[in-house]
């Protein structure tokens, strides 16, 4: 799945479950819910500072920017869960683990008054 790149996107990653593997690994079913309930918290304020939310799963992440494609590779010994701020003209930030919604909005303030270029 490609994510479309116009302007600062923020793409949140986690693994796509089903109810059974919820329901037999504890573990999981708590990291994914607090995974949404901090990008549920988070969400409005990033949504007013420009960004686009997209959901993906974990593994690589090919952007594209206009007519130029490229890929994010996670590394492969993190998390499963986390997020990669993106825009054009900016060095990439990926954030693993879960991140809270105040923490996931200070880094999209961050991540939007950096000016350094990949």
């Known amino acids: 799945m490609a994510v479309h790149v116009r302007g600062p996107t923020l793409i949140a ?18 990291v994914l819910d607090d995974f949404s309930v901090h990008l549920s918290a988070g969400r409005d304020s990033l949504l007013a500072l420009g960004f686009t939310i997209v959901d993906h799963p974990p593994g690589m992440i090919r952007v594209i920017e206009g007519a130029v494609a490229r890929d994010i590779a996670l590394a492969p010994d993190s998390a499963d869960v986390g997020f990669v701020f993106v825009a054009p003209g900016r060095r990439d930030r990926v954030l693993y683990g879960v991140t809270t919604g105040a923490d996931l909005i200070d880094a999209g303030h961050k991540f939007l008054a950096r000016v350094t270029t990949r």
Do not use: G, I, K, R
């Open 13 to 30: 990653f986690y693994p796509t479950v089903t109810q059974a593997q919820l329901d037999s690994n504890e573990d999981l079913a708590t």
